[in-house]
């Protein structure tokens, strides 16, 4: 689903930054917005806490897609 895999993209990236936060120091994120409390920054702030939230579902799904189509044999 196109929500899932979004929610994945702002999810990595935000393990990205805070990757930078803990080994550098370093906020990408409020670097390019114009710091930590800038509303653009706050914005990519909630949108990937969403997205983390979002992909706890991901855990507790039985793997098959809901698509409609039949499921694929190998």
Same mark, same amino acid.
């Given at each position: @689903?196109?929500?899932?895999? $979004?929610?994945?993209?702002? &999810?990595?990236?935000? =393990? $990205?930054? !805070?990757?930078?936060? %803990? $080994?550098?120091?370093?906020?990408? *994120?409020?670097?390019? /917005? #114009?710091?930590? @409390?800038? *509303?653009? &920054? +706050?914005?990519?702030?909630?949108? *990937? #806490?969403?997205?983390?939230? !979002? /992909?706890?579902?991901? $855990?507790? +799904?039985?793997?098959?897609?809901?698509? %409609?189509?039949?499921?694929?044999? =190998?």
């Amino acid at each position: @689903m196109l929500l899932d895999k $979004l929610a994945l993209i702002l &999810a990595i990236i935000g =393990a $990205l930054n !805070w990757g930078g936060i %803990g $080994l550098f120091g370093f906020d990408t *994120v409020a670097f390019f /917005c #114009g710091g930590q @409390m800038a *509303v653009l &920054a +706050r914005v990519i702030y909630a949108l *990937v #806490g969403l997205a983390g939230i !979002w /992909c706890i579902t991901l $855990l507790f +799904r039985n793997g098959e897609e809901t698509t %409609g189509h039949a499921p694929h044999t =190998a």
